[in-house]
């Protein structure tokens, strides 16, 4: 079956944008997380969804949000995007809340200049 | 969730086993010991999990010591592609699915 998919892989966008990025979870699968990874911070939780409901929270300014929809599809958006959001940003997916292995997307490649 | 220590790189031999240490001397009666890897340019890609017993699975095996405040994973017959960097994160099965990585241990394999 068909992996996580995050769309776009890369992306380049100007301080003060916004943005918004996509995953699509493995089919059946319920939760989603988001994770932000730098250099000098390494891997950091966003956020959690469970239909369509947050369920947990990282510790990220409110710059940084998301959404479930009814699919178990998920985005998150950064507004007001500062050059310290460059960043790989996964996605991960497990068939429920409470899962032992979550599954990792390839991420979203995004770098603010 | 319990904080881990790793060694922050490790170096095997191809063909070797490679045995990657955690340490979580905070860990609690129900935290579970999971791992995984991310291979460069790559998400993480979940190994294996224990509580108490040793596990194995095809890709590895997981080590826990009596005392639950150390564990080892084991890759018995390390490839070129075992090259990656592997977490050990402690975790309650039950609740939210966060994961909470530390820095990894870098491993390389060498031909």
């Known amino acids: 079956k068909a992996g996580v998919t995050q769309t776009p892989r890369y992306l380049i966008k100007t301080r003060g944008q916004q943005v918004t990025l996509s995953c699509s979870p493995i089919s059946g699968h319920r939760s989603v997380s988001w994770y932000q990874q730098t250099p000098g911070q390494g891997l950091q939780f966003l956020f959690e969804y469970f239909s369509e409901t947050q369920r947990n929270k990282g510790n990220f300014p409110g710059r940084f949000s998301g959404r479930q929809f009814s699919n178990s599809r998920s985005e998150m958006n950064v507004s007001t995007l500062e050059l310290g959001d460059s960043a790989l940003y996964l996605c991960a997916s497990s068939l429920l809340l409470q899962n032992t292995e979550a599954f990792f997307g390839q991420g979203t490649r995004l770098t603010v200049v | 969730d319990a904080k881990t220590t790793q060694p922050t790189s490790m170096d095997c031999a191809e063909g070797r086993a490679a045995n990657l240490p955690c340490n979580h001397s905070t860990i609690s009666g129900n935290e579970y010991v999971y791992w995984y890897r991310q291979i460069h340019s790559q998400g993480p890609q979940y190994i294996i999990h224990g509580l108490k017993n040793n596990e194995t699975n095809e890709m590895a095996s997981l080590i826990i010591t009596e005392d639950r405040k150390s564990s080892t994973l084991i890759l018995p017959h390390a490839t070129l592609r075992d090259t990656a960097v592997y977490y050990c994160?402690?975790?309650?099965?039950?609740?939210?699915?966060?994961?909470?990585f530390g820095q990894g241990t870098r491993l390389t394999i060498n031909p």
């Open positions: 994160i402690v975790r309650v099965l039950q609740g939210a699915q966060k994961l909470v």
